[in-house]
């Protein structure tokens, strides 16, 4: 999230009212007043008229009370009162908002000719391409987009132009329907969030739990915010975690724990994992802990499946690590990823809400709270380098190869990394057929790692350089050698998926 456009404020608006609301018992009566705070008579104007922003509003509120768009905002608001959470996916195209981009997907350019054959025309099966001005024109009322005009054009003087949402998607999981609203293949989706960051017009969203864990939060439960190792600079640059820690307290939660801590617990298993596993039962093993990479080995590549690691992640061996000391632990992951939401719904045992550091901001303004205000406090991390390096690209897979030279000094390890799904798609088919020398692969879904997650808040090129800077300046160097994960681990647990 490196552009703080009209669409992200707007968004980060929503999202501030309605956690505002919720904190001071409003938001069942006051929902509505969302629809004219946020959208005001004399503010700017993005539609046609104040009718279809408004349209647009309460579908943004919908998904961020987790709710089905279309339900009515005060049935929506109670209903995410009590705490209920629609069934269904997580990253959603907002129809109102869902511009139908009136892009002319294919274009005839000058290198047009004008021959006599004119393929173009011949080819097309709705005989939308006519020659106006000597040259070929495409009539866009009658064209179903086939793309035959540009397969058929022997001077190539017809091009393609795709939406911004179907660019951002190297899955392909994102078309456009027949009425020309974006529309998503959840077979092929892993709703890593490219495409909610490449619209223009915001309208494709992911569901909130914010009204949901301010509920648990309400009920005096004893609610854990596990924080993602990314969080470093997150909140600004001069912000630290002690001051992100007393500032949640204040907004009620238990405790924090971070996930970097269950990243060493990760590090330790997955290295020994791979020690016994690779060569002698599978010819190479890939990281786990990026839930979008997962997704998208399973939907895409399920022959390699087997390949990946069994380990599960830094967020649900932290969680299982709360869990099992408190079994009333209401644990809240907050990082910067949307894929981790899906993540969670699949591992209930342990997680019970999912929520980026761009939605935390927002609770953070619902309830008053200036971060830059708050003094700092002495704060200790726990984790080691190993585990705060799982933020950015190639960590994970440094800190397996240095594990290895301790635990298993005689293996050899021939690593690969990628970014981008695309990227990571293609090496794993290339490591599969052998034809990239790699035994050991990384995989990340964001480009830059989960510093670059869509659910950031600062440019992934600062908060890289400040994780750095924090991964140095951390006392404890290598996995093996915090004490304190070696003995969650020897006491036993559930750090493998079965």
């Known amino acids: ?59 943004r509120i919908n998904v961020a009370l987790s709710q089905p768009i279309g339900t009515d905002i005060t049935e929506a608001a109670a209903n995410a009162l009590n ?115 490449a619209c223009p017009f915001g309208a494709i969203s992911d569901r909130t739990y914010i009204v949901q864990v301010i509920q648990a939060i309400k009920a005096k439960k004893r609610v854990y915010a596990i924080v993602a190792p990314a969080i470093v600079s997150q909140f600004g640059v001069k912000v630290k975690l002690g001051q992100v820690k007393t500032a949640l307290i204040q907004f009620g939660f238990h405790a924090l724990h971070e996930v970097a801590f269950g990243a060493d617990i990760v590090t330790l298993e997955e290295t020994k994992e791979f020690a016994a596993t690779v060569p002698t039962d599978r010819a190479y093993m890939t990281t786990s802990c990026c839930p979008a990479y997962v997704e998208m ?21 932290t969680a299982r690590m709360i869990k099992a000391e408190d079994k009333d632990a209401v644990v809240v992951f907050i990082g910067p990823c949307i894929a981790k939401k899906v993540e969670g719904q699949k591992n209930p045992d342990c997680i019970d809400y999912v929520l980026t550091f761009e939605e935390l901001a927002a609770m953070f303004v619902g309830a008053g709270i200036n971060l830059t205000e708050i003094t700092d406090t002495l704060y200790e991390t ?16 440094k800190s397996v190869i240095d594990t290895a030279g301790v635990l298993a000094p005689d293996i050899t390890i021939k690593p690969h990394r990628a970014e981008g799904l695309g990227n990571c798609k293609q090496a794993l ?18 480009v830059g790692g989960c510093v670059g997650g869509p659910g950031t808040l600062n440019d992934v090129r600062i908060t890289t350089k400040m994780l750095e800077t924090h991964v140095n300046a951390t006392k404890t160097v290598m996995a093996p050698e915090n004490q304190k994960a070696v003995d969650v681990i020897e006491k036993g647990g559930h750090w493998h998926k079965e």
């Not at 705060?388 to 690209?393: G, I, K, L, P, T």
């Open 1 to 59: 999230m490196a552009q703080v456009t009209e669409v992200v404020k707007l968004q980060r608006k929503v999202l501030a009212e309605v956690s505002r609301l919720a904190l001071h018992d409003k938001l069942a009566d006051h929902v509505e007043d969302i629809l004219t705070t946020v959208v005001t008579e004399d503010g700017p104007r993005y539609r046609c008229c104040i009718h279809k922003e408004r349209a647009v509003l309460k579908d």
């Open 83 to 197: 705490g209920e959470v629609a069934d269904g996916s997580i990253v959603r195209v907002l129809p109102e908002a869902c511009d139908r981009c009136p892009i002319d997907k294919f274009m005839v350019t000058d290198a047009c000719r004008n021959c006599l054959a004119h393929h173009c025309i011949a080819s097309c099966p709705k005989k939308a391409i006519m020659v106006a001005g000597n040259r070929a024109y495409i009539d866009k009322m009658t064209c179903v987009e086939c793309g035959m005009c540009k397969k058929s054009c022997p001077y190539g003087a017809i091009i393609e132009i795709s939406r911004p949402c179907e660019r951002a998607c190297d899955l392909k999981a994102i078309t456009a329907a027949a009425d020309r609203r974006a529309a998503i293949d959840y077979d092929k989706c892993a709703q890593c969030g490219a495409c909610k960051i």
């Open 297 to 317: 080995v399973d939907k895409h590549l399920p022959q390699c499946g087997e390949y990946v690691s069994s380990t599960v992640s830094p967020m649900v061996a």
């Open 382 to 397: 726990d984790a080691s380098r190993h585990g705060h390096s799982f933020a950015s690209a190639g960590g994970v897979m």
């Open 429 to 446: 088919q290339q490591i599969a057929k052998g034809d990239l020398d790699a035994n050991f692969f990384e995989g990340m879904a964001c």
